[in-house]
């Protein structure tokens, strides 16, 4: 489906968090680090909604707490205290941070706000232990330029990051907390990005900008994006969570795909003849008219004590499982939201049900108690009689929505560019003033210090790493793209290695371990020189730094001399070398008899191939040679 | 003060006053070319007076610092916010009476997102509707007696507190919480206990280590769980209902002469010294922790003992006290000391003299221990078998902070200072136990 983005009137905001590098959280002095294996510690809340004096409350966080949803904490104490677990006050807001977000609003010329006030931004889905966020505007008003177009920043904005979720059982969602209160930055522009494209160009500038202070976290989820898309006729949906920067478009594309295919539903309904009433919550309890099954799903539910209910949906025929992007139809869109309101592994329409195994007789029995003619659609569920009560009764609000268009709510970005349904979108951002912080007060010699060491703008860096370095045009904006530039200016100046070397390990080696499945990401800094340094010094080879860089990643506390010892990839010293270049001749004497010193490329290959990484290749060459023309000279005599 | 410019003042407040603005203003500030737009905040009385804060639209709040060209002007007002409390749960006939008296720790609030005000919310109407729970729990009647911080409390509001319960009781109630600031809940709880004797229902006090304007508060918990005390636990005695742990689980119920507050900041702050806790909540039943307590029995006359001496000072003693510290609480006219002297109940020899001295002058003298833990005892040692001599009273496994209340009551019921020796040292409600177990 080819999409004029303009004529459907595409705005895309985006609100880029990215992780700071600092040397504690924001509001404590833990480490940020996360945790792997079992938590040291657990414990249990439950999040109250607060009511605002509006009287109003956030209706999903309220349904929730009424069905008594618990989360578990899981935490260890070398990534967690008492500030994480809610037990003890914040501490004072991280200066390290807070100055990283300073010199980020000067470098995309936003003004730096007076005086900075920490809020609470109320979020009760459990993902802080306190039931908000501590954050705070530090700049505001900015602008970057990107392919000629002005694009502006509304707000630079620190930040705690929430908790990271490990699971759900029943009632009770488990979340980590060594992610909680580590430093973000958070980058919003305003809603006047018009196509997939520059959606992603801007992405990419502004973590250009963050890279360029040298001072952000990198690998997986260090950069999460948030976009806000609309289009003229649907809606502002929200979705969260993009850590893959070239996925942007592709999300931008399907999420307008979606909408646009919503809306085509929406009108096929009114072509239909459908009004919003006829959609009734009333279901019927089927589980004795389906009590010899052959459909092994609700069979199992059956036998497990639950029931089963089905719901009558008018007019959807053929619609449920009409495909809206790949892999999502408006059936999906139904599951994802009878799972969240009544918890149900999922649901079965009849726009698919030919694949479950029911009877023809089983199927006309429901039909008849739903009462479902020619055009009509219709859902079952098998559950708990409360949890499947909730779930259709989110299946026929959302069946309601159809009618209507497209629903706002907040999704969460999937791998392939799809999204899912995660929950309604809260109202406005409910914020109170976090009164156990107390407001820091920016000075304008602060502010003029600051800007006069802003760091170099990446644009300027390209043209510095041609000139100084003497990379190609390439190779440097690759890395001024990647997430090594910061590292790569000290790797050089610390090693002997040639520049152009470390460039390309950096940018195409990197790209092809990654696509290789290699977590490249998990090499720290430290160890990056420490391989560089023992290049630089010989103790290895050029070969064997995919090898080295894969250990390390699986490995990841130990030291790159530990990794070349346990690959065995030391340097093997001059006397070896010239021990195993004699070994090889005399193995394949009747090579070197024959060709004479024409076998130098053979005996190269035969080296390598069983040395590769231990020897470097101008060393063989040279051996070899120097041998041969003995051996020449030899035969001569 | 100017209630519609709250916490402004000095310059930035004579700027407000001059552009005829107030908090809840729709407001522009113009600095030079930069412009910003936003909701005029009350100011921290901390803040200084350099500074106007606004809500800008997507609710953040920032300051802005005010200089010779700053100008202000109103462009409009947020309405304020007008509340409409949902609709109260259903009340379920023939549940048992709870009353809840405030002292000023607040335990339920709402949050007025325009301006960042947290309100109390104290009428029954309110907590039904905002911890809708407790409707299924008890019927509650409210009144705060006081609006104070724990830490402002004196023996007077402990004399009031106890004579406001009695009349609760005294109407037939089947239970008293009493809500209030954590800091000094300790002591208040010492005092009800020796103020009201033969009680015939429980008195539970119950605070908060999160505030209650956040959703994850321990405060709405802690309530459901001393309310639940108040209405069916089966003992008559006053208590602490707190969290257990640090989960939202169980609420643990302290007796109230062995409670002390462990810990500045964790929920599970409070915990039983030298002895077991009486009973918990758990999913809404109670669970006994022991057998031996005060039954209920709504036939029981309450005896309401409510005064208190206050000249009576808690002294900590220090490797190399000065002995003067005594000898001026001596003279200030101070009825009673208790002293905390380290590990079993001892303090230098250099201030032996003066202890001596204040004892021969009518003042009641007591030995705890600093430790918290253990038991007071002065036979091991000389030091402790001289002060025992020289007429201290060595108080046994009683926190130092009951030692001090007890004392203030005591001395508040009776002047004859052998009498007051006497009952010092007698167990009058659970303050003293004569064995302490292994709880570990
Ligand atoms: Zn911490």
């Given at each position: 489906?080819?999409?004029?983005?303009?004529?459907?009137?595409?705005?895309?905001?985006?609100?880029?968090?990215?992780?700071?590098?600092?040397?504690?959280?924001?509001?404590?002095?833990?480490?940020?680090?996360?945790?792997?294996?079992?938590?040291?510690?657990?414990?249990?809340?439950?999040?109250?909604?607060?009511?605002?004096?509006?009287?109003?409350?956030?209706?999903?966080?309220?349904?929730?707490?009424?069905?008594?949803?618990?989360?578990?904490?899981?935490?260890?104490?070398?990534?967690?205290?008492?500030?994480?677990?809610?037990?003890?006050?914040?501490?004072?807001?991280?200066?390290?941070?807070?100055?990283?977000?300073?010199?980020?609003?000067?470098?995309?010329?936003?003004?730096?706000?007076?005086?900075?006030?920490?809020?609470?931004?109320?979020?009760?889905?459990?993902?802080?232990?306190?039931?908000?966020?501590?954050?705070?505007?530090?700049?505001?008003?900015?602008?970057?330029?990107?392919?000629?177009?002005?694009?502006?920043?509304?707000?630079?904005?620190?930040?705690?990051?929430?908790?990271?979720?490990?699971?759900?059982?029943?009632?009770?969602?488990?979340?980590?907390?060594?992610?909680?209160?580590?430093?973000?930055?958070?980058?919003?522009?305003?809603?006047?990005?018009?196509?997939?494209?520059?959606?992603?160009?801007?992405?990419?500038?502004?973590?250009?900008?963050?890279?360029?202070?040298?001072?952000?976290?990198?690998?997986?989820?260090?950069?999460?994006?948030d976009l806000n898309v609309s289009i003229s006729d649907g809606a502002l949906i929200e979705i969260k969570g993009v850590q893959e920067l070239d996925l942007i478009s592709q999300i931008v594309e399907f999420e307008v795909q979606r909408q646009l295919s919503l809306l085509s539903i929406r009108d096929e309904l009114k072509k239909r003849g459908l009004s919003e009433d006829e959609i009734r919550d009333d279901s019927a309890d089927v589980t004795s008219?389906?009590?010899?099954?052959?459909?092994?799903?609700?069979?199992?539910?059956?036998?497990?004590?639950?029931?089963?209910?089905?719901?009558?949906?008018?007019?959807?025929?053929?619609?449920l499982g009409k495909e809206l992007i790949p892999n999502l139809r408006l059936g999906t869109e139904m599951a994802d939201r009878a799972r969240f309101w009544g918890r149900v592994g999922g649901i079965i329409h009849s726009d698919e049900i030919a694949s479950y195994g029911l009877a023809e007789d089983e199927l006309c029995l429901i039909k008849r108690i739903l009462k479902v003619e020619q055009q009509d659609a219709f859902v079952l569920v098998a559950?708990?009689?409360?949890?499947?009560?909730?779930?259709?009764?989110?299946?026929?609000?959302?069946?309601?929505?159809?009618?209507?268009?497209?629903?706002?709510?907040?999704?969460?970005?999937?791998?392939?560019?799809?999204?899912?349904?995660?929950?309604?979108?809260?109202?406005?951002?409910?914020?109170?003033?976090?009164?156990?912080?107390?407001?820091?007060?920016?000075?304008?010699?602060?502010?003029?210090?600051?800007?006069?060491?802003?760091?170099?703008?990446?644009?300027?860096?390209?043209?510095?790493?041609?000139?100084?370095?003497?990379?190609?045009?390439?190779?440097?904006?690759?890395?001024?793209?990647?997430?090594?530039?910061?590292?790569?200016?000290?790797?050089?100046?610390?090693?002997?290695?040639?520049?152009?070397?470390?460039?390309?390990?950096?940018?195409?080696?990197?790209?092809?371990?990654?696509?290789?499945?290699?977590?490249?990401?998990?090499?720290?800094?430290?160890?990056?020189?420490?391989?560089?340094?023992?290049?630089?010094?010989?103790?290895?080879?050029?070969?064997?730094?995919?090898?080295?860089?894969?250990?390390?990643?699986?490995?990841?506390?130990?030291?790159?001399?530990?990794?070349?010892?346990?690959?065995?990839?030391?340097?093997?010293s001059e006397q070896e070398l010239s021990n195993v270049v004699d070994e090889i001749i005399r193995n394949n004497e009747d090579a070197v008899r024959t060709k004479g010193e024409g076998a130098l490329g053979f005996l190269m290959g035969v080296v390598m191939k069983k040395y590769r990484g231990k020897v470097k290749p101008d060393q063989v060459n040279a051996v070899l040679k120097e041998r041969l023309s003995k051996l020449k000279k030899k035969s001569?005599? | 003060?100017?209630?519609?410019?709250?916490?402004?003042?000095?310059?930035?407040?004579?700027?407000?006053?001059?552009?005829?603005?107030?908090?809840?203003?729709?407001?522009?500030?113009?600095?030079?070319?930069?412009?910003?737009?936003?909701?005029?905040?009350?100011?921290?009385?901390?803040?200084?007076?350099?500074?106007?804060?606004?809500?800008?639209?997507?609710?953040?709040?920032?300051?802005?610092?005010?200089?010779?060209?700053?100008?202000?002007?109103?462009?409009?007002?947020?309405?304020?916010?007008?509340?409409?409390?949902?609709?109260?749960?259903?009340?379920?006939?023939?549940?048992?009476?709870?009353?809840?008296?405030?002292?000023?720790?607040?335990?339920?609030?709402?949050?007025?997102?325009?301006?960042?005000?947290?309100?109390?919310?104290?009428?029954?109407?309110?907590?039904?509707?905002?911890?809708?729970?407790?409707?299924?729990?008890?019927?509650?009647?409210?009144?705060?007696?006081?609006?104070?911080?724990?830490?402002?409390?004196?023996?007077?509001?402990?004399?009031?507190?106890?004579?406001?319960?009695?009349?609760?009781?005294?109407?037939?109630?089947?239970?008293?919480?009493?809500?209030?600031?954590?800091?000094?809940?300790?002591?208040?709880?010492?005092?009800?206990?020796?103020?009201?004797?033969?009680?015939?229902?429980?008195?539970?006090?119950?605070?908060?280590?999160?505030?209650?304007?956040?959703?994850?508060?321990?405060?709405?918990?802690?309530?459901?769980?001393?309310?639940?005390?108040?209405?069916?636990?089966?003992?008559?005695?006053?208590?602490?209902?707190?969290?257990?742990?640090?989960?939202?689980?169980?609420?643990?119920?302290?007796?109230?002469?062995?409670?002390?507050?462990?810990?500045?900041?964790?929920?599970?702050?409070?915990?039983?010294?030298?002895?077991?806790?009486?009973?918990?909540?758990?999913?809404?039943?109670?669970?006994?922790?022991?057998?031996?307590?005060?039954?209920?029995?709504?036939?029981?006359?309450?005896?309401?003992?409510?005064?208190?001496?206050?000249?009576?000072?808690?002294?900590?003693?220090?490797?190399?006290?000065?002995?003067?510290?005594?000898?001026?609480?001596?003279?200030?006219?101070?009825?009673?000391?208790?002293?905390?002297?380290?590990?079993?109940?001892?303090?230098?020899?250099?201030?032996?003299?003066?202890?001596?001295?204040?004892?021969?002058?009518?003042?009641?003298?007591?030995?705890?221990?600093?430790?918290?833990?253990?038991?007071?005892?002065?036979?091991?040692?000389?030091?402790?078998?001289?002060?025992?001599?020289?007429?201290?009273?060595?108080?046994?496994?009683?926190?130092?902070?009951?030692?001090?209340?007890?004392?203030?009551?005591?001395?508040?019921?009776?002047?004859?200072?052998?009498?007051?020796?006497?009952?010092?040292?007698?167990?009058?409600?659970?303050?003293?136990?004569?064995?302490?177990?292994?709880?570990?």
């Amino acid at each position: 489906m080819k999409v004029d983005f303009s004529a459907v009137g595409l705005k895309v905001g985006l609100e880029c968090h990215q992780q700071l590098a600092t040397k504690e959280k924001l509001f404590c002095a833990c480490k940020p680090d996360l945790f792997k294996g079992e938590p040291e510690i657990t414990f249990l809340r439950r999040l109250r909604p607060t009511q605002s004096e509006l009287g109003q409350t956030d209706p999903a966080a309220y349904f929730e707490f009424l069905k008594g949803v618990k989360i578990l904490y899981e935490a260890d104490s070398k990534t967690s205290c008492l500030v994480e677990m809610d037990e003890e006050p914040p501490h004072e807001l991280n200066r390290e941070a807070l100055e990283t977000a300073l010199l980020v609003s000067l470098m995309t010329s936003a003004e730096p706000v007076d005086e900075v006030h920490v809020m609470r931004k109320v979020v009760i889905d459990g993902s802080n232990t306190t039931g908000f966020q501590r954050t705070c505007v530090v700049g505001m008003n900015g602008s970057i330029v990107v392919d000629g177009k002005t694009v502006p920043i509304q707000h630079i904005s620190l930040e705690e990051d929430a908790a990271r979720k490990t699971g759900a059982d029943g009632l009770t969602v488990r979340y980590r907390i060594d992610r909680l209160c580590v430093p973000l930055i958070e980058v919003t522009t305003g809603p006047v990005i018009y196509s997939p494209e520059e959606a992603r160009k801007v992405a990419y500038a502004i973590g250009r900008i963050l890279r360029a202070t040298r001072r952000v976290k990198r690998g997986i989820g260090t950069i999460r994006q948030d976009l806000n898309v609309s289009i003229s006729d649907g809606a502002l949906i929200e979705i969260k969570g993009v850590q893959e920067l070239d996925l942007i478009s592709q999300i931008v594309e399907f999420e307008v795909q979606r909408q646009l295919s919503l809306l085509s539903i929406r009108d096929e309904l009114k072509k239909r003849g459908l009004s919003e009433d006829e959609i009734r919550d009333d279901s019927a309890d089927v589980t004795s008219d389906l009590a010899k099954t052959g459909c092994r799903v609700i069979q199992k539910a059956i036998g497990q004590g639950k029931k089963v209910f089905a719901v009558k949906l008018p007019k959807f025929s053929g619609l449920l499982g009409k495909e809206l992007i790949p892999n999502l139809r408006l059936g999906t869109e139904m599951a994802d939201r009878a799972r969240f309101w009544g918890r149900v592994g999922g649901i079965i329409h009849s726009d698919e049900i030919a694949s479950y195994g029911l009877a023809e007789d089983e199927l006309c029995l429901i039909k008849r108690i739903l009462k479902v003619e020619q055009q009509d659609a219709f859902v079952l569920v098998a559950d708990t009689e409360e949890n499947a009560f909730d779930a259709l009764r989110a299946v026929t609000e959302r069946a309601r929505e159809a009618l209507k268009g497209v629903p706002e709510e907040t999704r969460g970005s999937n791998p392939d560019g799809t999204t899912r349904y995660m929950r309604p979108r809260p109202g406005a951002a409910r914020m109170y003033p976090e009164t156990d912080v107390p407001p820091i007060t920016i000075s304008k010699d602060y502010v003029s210090r600051l800007r006069s060491q802003l760091p170099e703008p990446l644009e300027k860096t390209v043209e510095r790493l041609i000139k100084k370095y003497g990379l190609n045009e390439k190779l440097a904006r690759q890395l001024q793209d990647s997430e090594y530039v910061a590292v790569f200016d000290e790797l050089v100046e610390r090693t002997k290695v040639s520049p152009t070397f470390i460039a390309a390990t950096l940018t195409e080696t990197f790209k092809a371990l990654k696509r290789d499945g290699v977590e490249v990401d998990k090499v720290t800094d430290d160890q990056l020189i420490g391989v560089f340094e023992l290049l630089g010094l010989e103790k290895t080879s050029k070969e064997a730094i995919p090898e080295i860089i894969t250990w390390l990643t699986k490995n990841e506390s130990s030291s790159p001399s530990e990794a070349i010892k346990a690959l065995g990839l030391s340097i093997i010293s001059e006397q070896e070398l010239s021990n195993v270049v004699d070994e090889i001749i005399r193995n394949n004497e009747d090579a070197v008899r024959t060709k004479g010193e024409g076998a130098l490329g053979f005996l190269m290959g035969v080296v390598m191939k069983k040395y590769r990484g231990k020897v470097k290749p101008d060393q063989v060459n040279a051996v070899l040679k120097e041998r041969l023309s003995k051996l020449k000279k030899k035969s001569l005599h | 003060m100017n209630e519609s410019l709250s916490g402004y003042k000095g310059r930035v407040l004579d700027v407000l006053v001059k552009s005829k603005v107030q908090v809840g203003d729709l407001i522009r500030i113009n600095k030079g070319d930069i412009t910003y737009e936003g909701i005029l905040i009350p100011r921290s009385e901390l803040g200084d007076d350099k500074h106007i804060v606004i809500k800008i639209r997507s609710g953040y709040n920032i300051g802005v610092e005010v200089t010779e060209e700053t100008k202000v002007t109103k462009i409009g007002v947020e309405k304020a916010p007008a509340f409409t409390p949902p609709a109260l749960p259903a009340q379920k006939p023939g549940l048992p009476k709870v009353s809840i008296i405030s002292t000023g720790g607040t335990i339920a609030s709402r949050v007025d997102y325009r301006t960042g005000a947290v309100r109390p919310a104290i009428s029954a109407s309110d907590l039904y509707s905002i911890v809708p729970e407790l409707s299924d729990v008890a019927a509650i009647d409210t009144q705060i007696l006081f609006s104070v911080f724990s830490e402002d409390l004196t023996p007077k509001h402990w004399s009031k507190l106890a004579v406001t319960v009695a009349e609760h009781i005294s109407q037939g109630v089947d239970g008293v919480v009493v809500t209030h600031g954590t800091d000094t809940m300790g002591y208040t709880a010492a005092a009800l206990s020796f103020a009201l004797r033969n009680l015939p229902v429980p008195v539970v006090l119950v605070g908060a280590q999160r505030s209650e304007d956040r959703p994850s508060s321990d405060a709405a918990s802690n309530l459901i769980g001393a309310v639940s005390a108040a209405a069916k636990a089966p003992f008559a005695e006053v208590v602490v209902a707190m969290h257990e742990t640090i989960s939202d689980e169980s609420i643990v119920l302290h007796r109230g002469t062995k409670v002390r507050k462990l810990h500045t900041s964790r929920r599970d702050a409070f915990k039983t010294v030298n002895a077991q806790p009486i009973a918990k909540v758990l999913d809404g039943q109670i669970v006994k922790l022991t057998d031996d307590y005060l039954k209920r029995d709504k036939e029981k006359s309450l005896i309401l003992q409510p005064k208190f001496e206050e000249k009576v000072a808690l002294i900590k003693f220090y490797p190399g006290m000065d002995s003067k510290i005594i000898d001026w609480h001596v003279e200030a006219g101070y009825k009673g000391i208790i002293i905390e002297g380290t590990g079993l109940g001892h303090v230098r020899q250099a201030i032996f003299h003066s202890i001596k001295k204040a004892i021969e002058k009518g003042v009641l003298v007591a030995m705890a221990s600093q430790c918290i833990w253990g038991r007071v005892n002065m036979n091991v040692y000389t030091t402790g078998r001289d002060l025992v001599a020289m007429g201290v009273v060595p108080l046994q496994d009683m926190l130092a902070e009951t030692a001090l209340v007890k004392i203030m009551w005591i001395l508040g019921q009776t002047q004859d200072k052998e009498k007051a020796k006497d009952l010092l040292a007698t167990n009058l409600a659970y303050e003293i136990s004569s064995r302490t177990v292994d709880t570990n």
